[in-house]
């Protein structure tokens, strides 16, 4: 007997060690966001209102804070325009500025967000509401002429107190806004503008819709041998993309002839939308669209960026032309003939991904269960904890402070500042909910007036995960895990920036130095050192192997050349349409094969209009190029700062005072150059993304023969 109790208790140690190492020792916002999110019963039915906002317990509260921003704004003008008004203008225009987002902005995400209708119409009708008054701001003539008065003349120093360059900074920024509606015009020219902005807004909606409409052929027109490829309604076939991932070559080539075959409409759509562009900027002054875009800007001028593209175009081609060199060796073995036809524009991305998977020899799947959710937030905790000493803490919600019950709110601490703001995370799929990954400003960062403290940021992170089931949390790919990264890193640009001015906090800056913070945050993502710290199996807990992590970051480059070279040619297209007569005087796609036989690689494909699938034409008219140098600078960052440590405080305390801290209160020409110590100059940038390529190609012939 005493030998079988023995042996059971013996057994029941090897059992337990065994389990020990299933056992979780997950941290605490590990283990949130790795658990299924359950809806919360309100037992004393006592509601606090989205975001914590008291008249927010319904949607008719969307009514009252409109009317509140009516009267704020009322009083402020009445403000600003009195010759008796005892604050700097550039405060009052800030309180003015605050008063409108705080409505305009969280609108804006209920409207798109909220999963009840009645929310989505009272918070729609504020958007509506709140246009209308900026609409008559924008033609408040009195108040313009205040503003200009001080930014002409200064604010006078002999009565408030002393008038700083940051002061001066945003007033600017603020006169420039109101004379992008044309104010500064005569009543005609203004109206013009006015006329054109609609033209603009109508144009650029109807040509976004076309852009990403399927295309409808009849089924006699593709070889049979690929027609089950493609979807059909009977007599007709829709192809709806470029299906660029088929192994099928023909599938491939078919798609993006058939797909990107000229459009009439979205010719005229696209040439009336540039011509609009380039009246609306010569009637307010300006040469070209993309000047009136580029002012304020890093870039500033487009003749900066152009002299950019040109000088890391030099530099790409010989290099992109290698890339191309081994797409076409596996495109002829693949053919098995030993021939097979050149190299097209529709294999790039195949041979991309098919070089990709071999090159990591594991899909996607196998690298998922190593970034749960869960693990990927305490990687993200762990690296704002050594660079800044910021801690990520979940935190409960009231009933009613949510739009749904998946949310997450995570309270952004400082081990010596305390709190931060808050980033709600809205994190999984849903119905209704819109398909894309982006960063919201729901409440901007501001000094308070007196010295009264600091308001903190509001702010929402929005993905479309998958809902974590029973058996499990909610895995991310490899590139999901980048695209959470890069929101993040917006989120933390606008925690960390502490501006004295809500109107240039965080990412409210140009939008070529905006994407920075989010870029950089990639390189992050792709280092092997921060993925070992929380890439584990969320089963197991045991760390990615090593071998199969070095994999995934350098798989990364694989042919960044060729990448980096598609979007210079993206950017240079975008630059020339809306250049000197770019959009006006030509037909687009003369512009088009002019633009790419200069800056790619591959020949343009007769009979293909691709800019008019190219919606990126309307949010991002004459700034396309913003990517690219937002790139450069992140990485010359990285290399400066971060590339020998990414977990170094000091260097993680630099980069905030130096360069977060400022949002858009500095030109962020001037910010960049003072915190790298150099001028932003095209050589200086296509240095930076020449070297990273460079080196990371190295890296790759290292670890593996590419063809092998």
């Given at each position: 007997?005493?030998?079988?109790?023995?042996?059971?208790?013996?057994?029941?140690?090897?059992?337990?060690?065994?389990?020990?190492?299933?056992?979780?020792?997950?941290?605490?916002?590990?283990?949130?966001?790795?658990?299924?999110?359950?809806?919360?019963?309100?037992?004393?039915?006592?509601?606090?209102?989205?975001?914590?906002?008291?008249?927010?317990?319904?949607?008719?509260?969307?009514?009252?804070?409109?009317?509140?921003?009516?009267?704020?704004?009322?009083?402020?003008?009445?403000?600003?325009?009195?010759?008796?008004?005892?604050?700097?203008?550039?405060?009052?225009?800030?309180?003015?500025?605050?008063?409108?987002?705080?409505?305009?902005?969280?609108?804006?995400?209920?409207?798109?967000?909220?999963?009840?209708?009645?929310?989505?119409?009272?918070?729609?009708?504020?958007?509506?509401?709140?246009?209308?008054?900026?609409?008559?701001?924008?033609?408040?003539?009195?108040?313009?002429?205040s503003l200009r008065q001080v930014v002409d003349n200064g604010d006078g120093?002999?009565?408030?107190?002393?008038?700083?360059?940051?002061?001066?900074?945003?007033?600017?920024?603020?006169?420039?806004?109101?004379?992008?509606?044309?104010?500064?015009?005569?009543?005609?020219?203004?109206?013009?503008?006015?006329?054109?902005?609609?033209?603009?807004?109508?144009?650029?909606?109807?040509?976004?819709?076309?852009?990403?409409?399927?295309?409808?052929?009849?089924?006699?027109?593709?070889?049979?041998?690929?027609?089950?490829?493609?979807?059909?309604?009977?007599?007709?076939?829709?192809?709806?993309?470029?299906?660029?991932?088929?192994?099928?070559?023909?599938?491939?080539?078919?798609?993006?002839?058939?797909?990107?075959?000229?459009?009439?409409?979205?010719?005229?759509?696209?040439?009336?939308?540039?011509?609009?562009?380039?009246?609306?900027?010569?009637?307010?002054?300006?040469?070209?669209?993309?000047?009136?875009?580029?002012?304020?800007?890093?870039?500033?001028?487009?003749?900066?960026?152009?002299?950019?593209?040109?000088?890391?175009?030099?530099?790409?081609?010989?290099?992109?032309?290698?890339?191309?060199?081994?797409?076409?060796?596996?495109?002829?073995?693949?053919?098995?003939?030993?021939?097979?036809?050149?190299?097209?524009?529709?294999?790039?991305?195949?041979?991309?991904?098919?070089?990709?998977?071999?090159?990591?020899?594991?899909?996607?799947?196998?690298?998922?269960?190593?970034?749960?959710?869960?693990?990927?937030?305490?990687?993200?905790?762990?690296?704002?904890?050594?660079?800044?000493?910021?801690?990520?803490?979940?935190?409960?919600?009231?009933?009613?402070?949510?739009?749904?019950?998946?949310?997450?709110?995570?309270?952004?601490?400082?081990?010596?500042?305390?709190?931060?703001?808050?980033?709600?995370?809205?994190?999984?799929?849903?119905?209704?909910?819109?398909?894309?990954?982006?960063?919201?400003?729901?409440?901007?960062?501001?000094?308070?007036?007196?010295?009264?403290?600091?308001?903190?940021?509001?702010?929402?992170?929005?993905?479309?995960?998958?809902?974590?089931?029973?058996?499990?949390?909610?895995?991310?790919?490899?590139?999901?895990?980048?695209?959470?990264?890069?929101?993040?890193?917006?989120?933390?640009?606008?925690?960390?920036?502490?501006?004295?001015?809500?109107?240039?906090?965080?990412?409210?800056?140009?939008?070529?130095?905006?994407?920075?913070?989010?870029?950089?945050?990639?390189?992050?993502?792709?280092?092997?050192?921060?993925?070992?710290?929380?890439?584990?199996?969320?089963?197991?807990?045991?760390?990615?192997?090593?071998?199969?992590?070095?994999?995934?970051?350098?798989?990364?480059?694989?042919?960044?050349?060729?990448?980096?070279?598609?979007?210079?040619?993206?950017?240079?297209?975008?630059?020339?349409?809306?250049?000197?007569?770019?959009?006006?005087?030509?037909?687009?796609?003369?512009?088009?094969?002019?633009?790419?036989?200069?800056?790619?690689?591959?020949?343009?494909?007769?009979?293909?209009?691709?800019?008019?699938?190219?919606?990126?034409?309307?949010?991002?008219?004459?700034?396309?190029?913003?990517?690219?140098?937002?790139?450069?600078?992140?990485?010359?960052?990285?290399?400066?700062?971060?590339?020998?440590?990414?977990?170094?405080?000091?260097?993680?305390?630099?980069?905030?005072?130096?360069?977060?801290?400022?949002?858009?209160?500095?030109?962020?020409?001037?910010?960049?150059s003072n915190f790298l110590g150099k001028d932003i100059t095209p050589n200086?940038?296509?240095?930076?993304?020449?070297?990273?390529?460079?080196?990371?190609?190295?890296?790759?012939?290292?670890?593996?023969?590419?063809?092998?």
């Amino acid at each position: 007997m005493l030998k079988q109790i023995n042996s059971r208790k013996m057994l029941l140690r090897i059992r337990t060690f065994s389990l020990a190492k299933f056992v979780s020792t997950w941290s605490p916002l590990t283990t949130a966001f790795n658990t299924r999110p359950e809806k919360r019963i309100n037992f004393t039915k006592n509601e606090v209102g989205l975001f914590g906002i008291p008249e927010l317990t319904s949607h008719e509260g969307f009514y009252v804070l409109k009317e509140k921003a009516l009267l704020r704004t009322d009083n402020l003008i009445e403000e600003a325009t009195s010759l008796n008004r005892t604050r700097k203008m550039v405060v009052i225009f800030d309180e003015l500025s605050d008063t409108l987002c705080k409505v305009a902005d969280l609108s804006e995400f209920i409207r798109l967000a909220h999963p009840a209708a009645n929310y989505c119409t009272a918070a729609e009708d504020a958007c509506i509401t709140i246009s209308g008054i900026v609409e008559k701001l924008n033609t408040h003539k009195k108040l313009y002429h205040s503003l200009r008065q001080v930014v002409d003349n200064g604010d006078g120093d002999n009565v408030f107190q002393e008038t700083t360059d940051v002061d001066r900074h945003v007033a600017g920024l603020f006169l420039f806004d109101f004379e992008q509606s044309g104010i500064h015009l005569e009543e005609a020219a203004r109206k013009r503008v006015v006329y054109l902005n609609d033209c603009i807004l109508q144009l650029g909606q109807q040509f976004m819709a076309g852009a990403v409409h399927p295309r409808r052929i009849p089924r006699t027109i593709l070889p049979e041998a690929i027609l089950p490829i493609f979807a059909s309604d009977g007599e007709n076939v829709l192809v709806s993309g470029l299906y660029a991932d088929s192994a099928n070559d023909m599938a491939r080539e078919a798609a993006y002839r058939l797909f990107l075959h000229p459009d009439e409409r979205q010719e005229h759509l696209l040439a009336e939308l540039l011509k609009s562009r380039y009246q609306l900027a010569t009637v307010c002054g300006f040469s070209t669209y993309a000047h009136r875009a580029l002012k304020a800007s890093t870039a500033e001028t487009p003749e900066m960026v152009g002299s950019f593209l040109d000088a890391l175009n030099e530099q790409l081609q010989p290099r992109a032309a290698k890339d191309f060199a081994i797409m076409q060796q596996m495109k002829m073995a693949e053919s098995g003939s030993g021939g097979g036809a050149p190299l097209a524009a529709w294999d790039t991305p195949y041979f991309t991904c098919s070089l990709k998977r071999k090159f990591l020899r594991a899909g996607a799947s196998e690298f998922s269960p190593y970034f749960s959710l869960g693990a990927c937030m305490e990687g993200l905790n762990l690296l704002m904890s050594s660079l800044f000493g910021i801690t990520l803490n979940n935190t409960t919600m009231e009933p009613g402070e949510s739009w749904h019950h998946d949310i997450y709110k995570l309270a952004v601490t400082h081990e010596t500042e305390g709190l931060l703001g808050y980033i709600y995370c809205d994190f999984f799929e849903r119905q209704g909910k819109p398909n894309q990954d982006c960063h919201f400003t729901i409440q901007g960062g501001k000094a308070l007036p007196n010295g009264a403290g600091f308001q903190n940021p509001i702010v929402v992170v929005m993905l479309n995960l998958a809902q974590p089931r029973w058996s499990g949390p909610t895995l991310l790919t490899p590139s999901m895990v980048d695209n959470l990264f890069h929101e993040m890193g917006h989120a933390m640009h606008s925690m960390l920036a502490r501006t004295e001015y809500q109107h240039v906090t965080g990412t409210r800056c140009s939008t070529d130095f905006a994407e920075v913070p989010s870029v950089l945050m990639e390189y992050f993502a792709s280092d092997p050192r921060v993925l070992r710290s929380f890439a584990k199996h969320f089963q197991t807990q045991e760390p990615m192997p090593q071998d199969m992590l070095e994999r995934l970051c350098a798989s990364k480059h694989l042919f960044a050349a060729s990448e980096t070279q598609l979007q210079v040619f993206y950017s240079a297209l975008d630059q020339a349409y809306h250049g000197e007569g770019g959009g006006v005087h030509q037909h687009t796609t003369d512009t088009l094969q002019a633009i790419q036989a200069k800056y790619y690689g591959l020949p343009y494909v007769p009979r293909t209009a691709w800019q008019l699938r190219f919606s990126h034409l309307v949010g991002y008219g004459a700034k396309y190029y913003s990517y690219l140098m937002s790139r450069a600078i992140a990485s010359w960052i990285w290399d400066a700062y971060f590339q020998r440590d990414p977990f170094s405080r000091s260097q993680g305390e630099k980069y905030r005072r130096g360069c977060l801290a400022y949002g858009g209160g500095i030109p962020s020409r001037l910010l960049v150059s003072n915190f790298l110590g150099k001028d932003i100059t095209p050589n200086n940038l296509t240095t930076s993304l020449i070297n990273e390529i460079d080196s990371y190609s190295e890296r790759l012939q290292c670890m593996d023969d590419l063809m092998q």
